[in-house]
């Protein structure tokens, strides 16, 4: 019986482990890269923002527009030339208040012209809240330039600077 022993050059052997080092470091990236890819915002993201806004509002559910809205979220509100800036806290209280009153209560939104850099967005916003309180219809409407900021898997309202309207009939 005869054994054969096959030695390689060290020199050999550092390049096969070298290349499959190499090999695992690159399978390893292209595994991840996709997820860094679902990090930037999508116009569905967008646009399924608008649907989850206005069915969380609509549903008067103060926990589902709380989870839309960034924790250092600034809204700057302008009306008749004086303007407020709202944290999320004051925007969420303001909303409460507008539901509490209404026997009647609508939000709509629409969200155009966006434009999408990486995990940041930029939409021009139309939301309209119809309250109906002792039979009176108020109607706010806001136009709006909004800020959204990937978070997670989700997108959520950063900034808005905002210009309210109110009609009542």
Known sequence: MSIT????PIDKIRKQVKSKLWLGLVMATSLTVPTLANAEIT???????GTAMAA?????????VASLVA???LIS???KGKTTTLNKSNYLNLLQNNWSKATRYGYDIQLNNVVISGNRAKADAITTE???ENNVTTRL???????FAESGNSVLLSRAISQLVIEKH
Do not use: E, G
């Not at 409407?141 to 800020?147: G, H």
């Open 56 to 64: 969380a509002a609509n549903a008067k559910s103060i926990s589902r």
């Open 130 to 132: 119809v309250i109906v």
């Open 141 to 147: 409407v806001t136009t709006s330039r909004i800020t």
């Open 43 to 49: 116009q569905r993201d967008i646009d399924n923002y």
């Open 77 to 79: 509100v302008s009306r």
């Open 71 to 73: 924790d250092d979220a």
């Open 5 to 8: 022993l096959n030695f390689q």
